[in-house]
């Protein structure tokens, strides 16, 4: 377990940063898994768009939930039902619709960029992107609460505060690559 010390260690020091690069990787990760086991095929792009992504909103979500540890400290069932309430509330549909609209318009510009035509017409992109987020995050939503709300249990009744990132982010190997799946639906590209 020293590599598991190790990380716990920057993690604790190093808080953003340490999300950011956790969450890079593991969505990296599933994302190539979710790509390479349903059709064989890995597309780095869609790698590269997926893991920003959670690179970029994994120390967000690691200060937002020790600000909800702030509202109800403790890991007392009753502070643990108010957490995962109010971050799956939150949280789960504001992820769902942000992943959708950062997949689609990121996609867009670097198929643009790669295939040397003018700029993609961000208008048209964005209503897309808004057109699939109507349409696909009250499911997927829903689907996310059958995931989060058990894994949020455990992860506010049990898993100290610095390796929750690593935590979900396990549970995120698998989220992470459906997630990615439904905003490529057409394979890859």
């Given at each position: 377990m020293p590599?598991?010390?190790c990380f716990a260690a920057v993690q604790r020091a190093y808080p953003s940063l340490a999300s950011l690069g956790t969450?890079?990787?593991?969505?990296?990760?599933?994302?190539?898994?979710v790509q390479m086991l349903g059709n064989g095929c890995l597309d780095m792009r869609r790698s590269a768009v997926s893991s920003a992504y959670s690179g970029m909103t994994s120390p967000g979500i690691y200060h937002?939930?020790?600000?909800?540890d702030g509202f109800w400290p403790g890991s007392a069932l009753r502070s643990v039902c108010r957490k995962v309430l109010v971050n799956q509330a939150v949280l789960g549909p504001l992820n769902c619709a942000l992943f959708l609209g950062w997949s689609h318009c990121?996609?867009?510009?670097?198929?643009?960029?790669?295939?040397?035509?003018e700029e993609a017409d961000l208008g048209s992109v964005a209503a897309e992107a808004m057109d699939r987020i109507q349409t696909e995050v009250p499911d997927l939503a829903l689907k996310a609460m059958g995931v989060w709300i058990p894994v949020h249990t455990?992860?506010?009744r049990f898993v100290p505060a610095h390796l929750r990132i690593l935590y979900t982010s396990t549970v995120s190997?698998?989220?992470?690559?459906?997630l990615s799946y439904i905003a490529n639906k057409d394979g890859c590209q």
């Open positions: 590599l598991l010390r969450g890079m990787v593991v969505m990296g990760a599933g994302d190539a898994a937002w939930w020790r600000a909800l990121a996609q867009a510009c670097v198929q643009s960029y790669i295939a040397n035509t455990i992860t506010f190997v698998m989220w992470g690559g459906y």
